[in-house]
């Protein structure tokens, strides 16, 4: 077994890593840290539980260790669901110790010698891991996008042979995307915010790493552009967007490519069986209806109309954050990398 540990266990995303992860089969999930005021505690007595699953009461008597290098230095790999400001100091500090970091923060996303990966869309950019330890990293840094990038991302990937210039989205996006004291009820309810802090340039920036090439040593930017419009709306989990493409493509065609996406490899356990869902129903996708397809790991589309335009949608902190970092994880083990 690979013995892993979660960074931030208490917060929003960090549930439902130790949710996840509780009965993985690759993964012995064995430390769980938080900030000084939860270490030397039982998770069970610090964490406020809001996922609808039960409390995996294995964990629950793990004992929260504090967010340092000690703490997880013999593990083979961490998870982080710590702030960016926390994170750009301490996930370097752990790599550099020899343990390998699957990171959902922002820190070091643009860094040109970290990987910033969604499997089933760049998985060969893994190899900048090698980069990091030419460069004298003994563990890494491995990270996930942020959650409206992933979404978006995976939904481009069946159509980048279409070679499109510029894509538009504006997105709708769930509370819990900006964690469980993000947005106060009195904001949300009966409300839309139409502005959510970087959100727009993380979109614009991230996917055009991810669908870059990568060249042996560096990633060379897709050549396209993205416009973003971001907004928060009142649903619980759930981001849905609309996409506008520059492409006169049939619809037919369009469809039959959403239809035909796999992904490049199979036996990761995280692995939905689709990682696209295709709606032919005019009303589909729905966040309350659909964002658990694929265990909260597929990805899906509908309302493909021509110029070319289609609605995505998937579950934000699952395969938005979590179960992002887990798959990311289970493709390094698979390629060999720890």
């Not at 340039?201 to 991810?210: L, P, S």
């Not at 265990?295 to 992002?324: D, K």
Request: glycine fraction near 8%; hydrophobic fraction near 40%.
């Amino acid at each position: 077994m690979i013995n892993v540990g979660v960074l931030g266990a208490t917060g929003a995303v960090g549930q439902h890593f130790v949710q996840l992860l509780a009965d993985h089969p690759w993964f012995n999930l064995q430390t769980l840290t938080a900030s000084e005021r939860s270490a030397g505690k039982l998770y069970r007595d610090v964490v406020n539980w809001r996922l609808d699953v039960p409390f995996p009461d294995t964990l629950g008597d793990v004992t929260v260790s504090p967010t340092t290098v000690k703490s997880v230095k013999d593990l083979d790999i961490v998870f982080s669901a710590i702030p960016a400001d926390i994170a750009t100091s301490i996930e370097s500090d752990i790599a550099k110790a020899g343990v390998g970091v699957c990171s959902n923060a922002a820190s070091h996303r643009m860094n040109v010698d970290v990987p910033l990966v969604i499997p089933e869309v760049n998985s060969e950019h893994l190899g900048l891991i090698d980069v990091q330890r030419d460069n004298g990293c003994e563990g890494f840094i491995v990270t996930n996008p942020n959650c409206s990038t992933i979404i978006l991302a995976m939904a481009l990937k069946p159509l980048l042979s279409l070679a499109f210039n510029k894509v538009y989205v504006a997105t709708m996006q769930a509370v819990s995307g900006g964690g469980f004291n993000g947005v106060s009820a009195m904001a949300i309810y009966d409300n839309i915010i139409p502005y959510i802090g970087s959100e727009e340039e993380k979109m614009e920036r991230e996917t055009q790493k991810i669908m870059g090439t990568f060249d042996g040593s560096e990633v060379i930017p897709a050549p396209f552009a993205v416009s973003a419009s971001c907004h928060r709306v009142p649903v619980i989990d759930g981001h849905t967007m609309a996409v506008w493409l520059d492409l006169e493509t049939p619809v037919n065609e369009v469809k039959q490519m959403f239809r035909e996406f796999s992904a490049p490899f199979s036996g990761l356990p995280s692995q939905p069986d689709k990682s696209i869902y295709l709606f032919d129903e005019a009303d589909r996708p729905q966040p309350r209806l659909d964002r658990n397809r694929g265990n909260g790991m597929t990805v899906s589309v509908g309302r493909v109309r021509e110029g070319l335009r289609f609605i995505t949608m998937g579950h934000n902190t699952i395969r938005g954050a979590a179960g992002a970092s887990i798959l990311n994880a289970e493709l390094i083990t698979s390629k060999k990398y720890l």
